[in-house]
C-alpha cells in the first residue's frame, strides 16, 4: 500500500516499484543497500547489536546473581569496591549489605549491574563485530556463500578470543566456535516449512 508522499505517489504499485512502494533502481536505495553489503557497515553493525544485546543480557545476569555478594565500601580485599586497608585489622568486621539502608543498597546494587552490564556488552560486540568482520572478509575472498564461510570464521575467531591461554586453549577455541557457528549456520539454512 502507497501513500502520498512515498516514492511510487498514491496509485497502487506504482511503475516500476518493488511491493514495499521503494523503486529499486533509485540510486539512494541502491546507495543503501551497497553500504550494508560492505563488510565495514556488517562489522559495526553487529558490534553494535552485539553491544546492546550483551548489555541486555548482563543486566539480566548481574540481577540473577545470588552467588557472589555486592561489595560494599568496607569490604576488605583488592575487588571493586573493596577497601584493602581494612584487610588484616584486628576485630574488624565487614559491612553486610542487607544491614545497610534501602538506598545504599540500591546504589551498590545498580551500580555492581552497571558495571557487569558494560564488561558482558563489551564481549559480546567483541565477539560479534570479530566474527562478523572474519567471515564478510572470507566470503569475499572466496565469492561463496555458503557453510563453510561460518565455520571458517568461527575457528578464527574462537581461536583469536582464546590465543593468550596458549596453543592448545586457541585450538579447543577453534573447534568450539566452528562446531557452533556451523551448528547454528545449518539450523539457518535448513528450507522452512512454509516452501
Not at 2 to 24: S, T
Not at 89 to 112: A, C, R, T, W
Request: hydrophobic content about 40%; some cysteine; charged content about 15%.
Amino acid at each position: 500500500m502507497n501513500f502520498p508522499g512515498m516514492p511510487g505517489g498514491a496509485a497502487p504499485g506504482g511503475a516500476g516499484a518493488a511491493p514495499g512502494g521503494f523503486d529499486p533502481n533509485d540510486p539512494n536505495i541502491k546507495m543503501m543497500q551497497k553500504a550494508m553489503e560492505s563488510c565495514f557497515a556488517k562489522t559495526v553493525m553487529s558490534g553494535g547489536a552485539g553491544f546492546a544485546l550483551g548489555g541486555v543480557f548482563g543486566m539480566f545476569m548481574a540481577s540473577m546473581a545470588y552467588d557472589t555478594p555486592y561489595h560494599s565500601p568496607t569490604t576488605p580485599g583488592t575487588g571493586p569496591g573493596a577497601n584493602p586497608a581494612a584487610a588484616g585489622i584486628p576485630g574488624y568486621k565487614p559491612v553486610d549489605l542487607s544491614s545497610m539502608p534501602l538506598k545504599e543498597q540500591l546504589k551498590h546494587g545498580f551500580k555492581d549491574m552497571g558495571q557487569r552490564s558494560y564488561s558482558t556488552a563489551k564481549n559480546f560486540a567483541k565477539v560479534g563485530a570479530l566474527f562478523s568482520g572474519i567471515e564478510c572478509g572470507i566470503e569475499g575472498l572466496r565469492a561463496k556463500n555458503d557453510l563453510g564461510n561460518g565455520v571458517a570464521a568461527g575457528c578464527l575467531t574462537g581461536a583469536i578470543l582464546a590465543k593468550n591461554g596458549g596453543p592448545q586453549a586457541a585450538a579447543v577455541g577453534c573447534a568450539g566456535f566452528a562446531a557452533f557457528s556451523a551448528a547454528i549456520d545449518a539450523w539457518m539454512r535448513m528450507p522452512s516449512e512454509e516452501e
